[in-house]
């Protein structure tokens, strides 16, 4: 199946889309605009080879349902930049490594194999895979291991979140 090229409006367009959701999520996209526009386009091509925006980085199933925590942003994102300053594939960057004063770490795949997900998902059908937090400022919710460096609704910052459930 040839998959046609993205545009450089394409490109141009989702990259203003990642810099906004990192931005909302206390985030930034690398400072190396070269390899963010190769990742940009990398998820624009799986967009089009599997009709979901999986990370260009790993390797997809094809199935969604398999592929929903691979989906950029991905469900390791927020625990990557944390701990390693960037995601698994350093589209996403702490603002301590885009300003410069840190570097990014050699990042360890987080991903379990694809039968550690399967039982994961049994075991937690019905439940909650991951912590509920919510912002005690607005009231925002999120499911996620750590809080966002700052709330997307109001942006206080990740010391104002409470584990929710």
Same mark, same amino acid.
């Given at each position: 199946? %040839?998959?046609?090229?993205?545009?450089?409006?394409?490109?141009? /367009?989702?990259?203003?889309?990642?810099? +906004?959701?990192?931005?909302?999520? =206390?985030?930034?996209?690398?400072?190396?605009?070269? /390899?963010?526009? /190769?990742?940009?386009?990398?998820?624009?091509? +799986?967009?089009?080879?599997?009709?979901?925006?999986? *990370?260009? !980085?790993?390797?997809?199933?094809?199935?969604? @349902?398999?592929?929903?925590? #691979?989906? !950029?942003?991905?469900?390791?994102?927020?625990?990557?930049? #944390?701990?390693? =300053?960037?995601?698994? !594939?350093?589209?996403?960057?702490? @603002?301590?490594?885009?300003?410069?004063? &840190?570097? #990014?770490?050699?990042?360890?795949?987080?991903?379990?194999?694809?039968?550690?997900?399967? %039982?994961?998902?049994?075991?937690?059908? =019905?439940?909650?895979?991951?912590?509920?937090?919510?912002?005690?400022?607005? =009231?925002?919710? !999120?499911?996620?291991? +750590?809080?966002?460096?700052? *709330?997307?609704?109001?942006?206080?910052?990740? &010391?104002?979140?409470?584990?929710?459930?």
């Amino acid at each position: 199946m %040839k998959i046609d090229e993205p545009s450089i409006e394409e490109i141009d /367009a989702l990259e203003e889309v990642l810099e +906004n959701e990192a931005s909302s999520h =206390g985030y930034s996209l690398s400072p190396d605009r070269e /390899a963010v526009r /190769a990742l940009v386009k990398g998820v624009i091509v +799986n967009t089009r080879r599997y009709g979901y925006p999986s *990370c260009p !980085c790993r390797l997809s199933t094809g199935k969604k @349902e398999d592929d929903l925590d #691979i989906i !950029c942003p991905c469900d390791y994102r927020d625990a990557d930049v #944390i701990a390693y =300053g960037a995601c698994y !594939c350093s589209l996403y960057v702490s @603002e301590a490594v885009k300003s410069g004063r &840190e570097e #990014i770490q050699p990042i360890p795949e987080r991903r379990p194999p694809r039968t550690a997900r399967a %039982k994961k998902a049994a075991a937690v059908a =019905g439940g909650f895979s991951l912590p509920v937090l919510r912002c005690k400022v607005c =009231g925002y919710l !999120c499911a996620r291991e +750590n809080p966002p460096e700052k *709330c997307p609704i109001c942006g206080v910052s990740k &010391e104002r979140f409470e584990r929710f459930a």
